[in-house]
């Protein structure tokens, strides 16, 4: 079985600048949609889609089954035609355009190595079709496979190998084209989980060392959040928020963006003016983005479980936020214990308490016990209603002929 094989040292290539917000128009990205459209009968994939991605930035888009994604990145790669809109590559439309034209190389979740040949000869197997000189086909499928840690098995078939070493081929085959938009759909979903981990590390290193862009799918949020420069999650086929990981996650737009991006405590609000909120059934909060809200309009606070306090009542800080409830259940996972809080309005509560100690592991209250939850009034960020009560316990949506089970 493969290990995790160190890589050669990143050379300091661009790796793209942070950048927030959800579309751009400065005419200067690597990949432009513009009012991007695309329908399968009476199916809507993607609606009305504007983006923009800068050269050199790893971008990911994060989503569940059917929310678009991957149809976006097909029509990217030229897989698919947009029903409506633009796909700009460097400035230029190519909607309408065949894969094979595009700027563009995909690695896909399935390795499609070729069986006989060997991987030498699999990663530059484009390079021959392309009538490529023999010393420049030999100099660049080296230097991919010692970018990608394989150049020692140069000789073997891809059968000789893991599921992790089949994958760094395929990426080192799509590399070795230099193309200048790397499209990737889940490349790394067939693999167990600490190699998973492992090859995420190493696929942003690889990024920053090639400095190309990388346009990313996934529905993993833990994947997202560790290797993008900025992240677009996605549902029924629009972008509900587009920026930079912590962003993300600490300021979500929406309701939906608060319960996919990690475990979310949502709690119905309604803001009462432009400086206040007030908690259902519960306190009257000061915080900077009741400003966003109308009076009387409904919202959500979301407090992270990892920010929250539990404690006995006659313990519970005085100078901050707070909510009463009752332990629902305490669970074990290691490094911190999960409690379930139902407070006021049949709202439950998810906290994090980590481990410190196993005494104060065993002195957590529980269940039945009453208990209050209390957070710092920054560590509280409020929400629209997109819709969706949690995007964990939203029905699973439509998936199209093209994106499966994505």
Known sequence: MEGSPDLPPVNGGPSGA???????????????????????????????????????????????????KTTTLRMIAGFEQPTAGKVLLDGVDVAGQPAYKRPTNTVFQSYALF?????????????????????????????????????????????????GQQQRVALARALVNLPKVLLLDEPLGALDLKLRKGLQVQLKKIQRDVGITFVYVTHDQEEALTMSDR?????????EQCDDPE?????????????????????????????????????????????RFSPNERCFAVVRPEKLTVSTDEA??????????????????????????????DVRMTVLVPNASEAARQSLPGGGARVRLSWLPEHMHLVADSGDDRAEEAAPEQTNPTEGAR
């Open 247 to 291: 962003t993300v996650y600490e300021r979500p737009a929406t309701t939906f963006v608060a319960g996919f991006i990690g475990v979310s405590n949502l709690m119905p609000a309604v803001a009462t003016s432009g400086s206040e909120v007030r908690i259902a059934d519960g306190p009257t909060i000061s915080t900077p983005g009741a400003a």
């Open 115 to 163: 069986p006989h040949m060997t991987l030498e000869d699999n990663v530059g197997f484009g390079l021959k079709r392309k009538k490529v000189p023999k010393d420049e086909i030999k100099r660049r499928v080296a230097e991919e496979l010692e970018r990608v840690g394989l150049s020692r098995e140069a000789k073997r078939k891809p059968a000789q190998l893991s599921g």
């Open 18 to 68: 942070v950048r927030t917000g959800g579309s751009a128009s400065s005419g200067t990205g690597s990949v432009r949609l513009e009012g991007v459209t695309k329908t399968f009968g009476d199916f809507t994939a993607v609606s009305d889609m504007d983006l923009e991605i800068a050269d050199g930035e790893f971008f990911t888009m994060l989503g569940p089954s059917g929310c678009g």
């Open 231 to 239: 992240i677009a999650v996605m549902n029924n086929g629009k972008i």
């Open 316 to 345: 519970a800080p005085s100078d901050q936020p707070s909510v009463d409830g009752v332990v629902e259940s305490s669970l074990y996972l290691g490094t911190s214990t999960q409690m379930t809080v139902r407070v006021a309005g």
